[in-house]
């Protein structure tokens, strides 16, 4: 078994110990794709789907990630991509950033917008 495949199985477990927060739909060598449970008021009667689609060089180079579900969210662009979160810069992903590290990241970020930051997403839409 190849490296990225242990790695890959040893990330699916981590995701399947979010009970509460993220269900797991299907995984491959290419992408992972789950349903995020937010807790906040707005949001936590709903379930997005996620995509986190693992790049060529994975796990040296970030997942790319994007809302499947359609979300209207002040940080997130209607085409599904996140435009606040830390893990979408260089210098804060880490190789040894987990998926489930990036989900929990995501469900805050959904659970606690920032419209104020210098691009919000859906703001002149």
């Known amino acids: 078994m190849s490296g990225i495949h242990k790695r890959l199985i040893t990330e699916i477990d981590k995701l399947q110990k979010l009970s509460g927060s993220f269900i797991l ?49 002040p940080n997130i662009h209607p085409s599904g991509h996140i435009k606040f979160h830390k893990f979408l810069y ?5 190789p040894t950033t987990s998926l489930a590290e990036i989900v929990n990241e995501i469900i805050n970020v959904i659970d606690d917008p920032n419209p104020n930051t210098d691009h919000p997403a859906n703001f002149g839409i």
Do not use: C, M
């Open 25 to 73: 739909d299907s995984a491959s060598p290419d992408a992972v794709i789950g349903r995020i449970l937010p807790q906040s008021n707005i949001f936590n009667q709903a379930g997005f789907q996620i995509e986190l689609k693992l790049t060529e060089g994975y796990p040296f180079k970030r997942p790319v990630v994007r809302f499947i579900t359609r979300i209207y969210h």
């Open 90 to 94: 260089s210098e804060v992903y880490k």
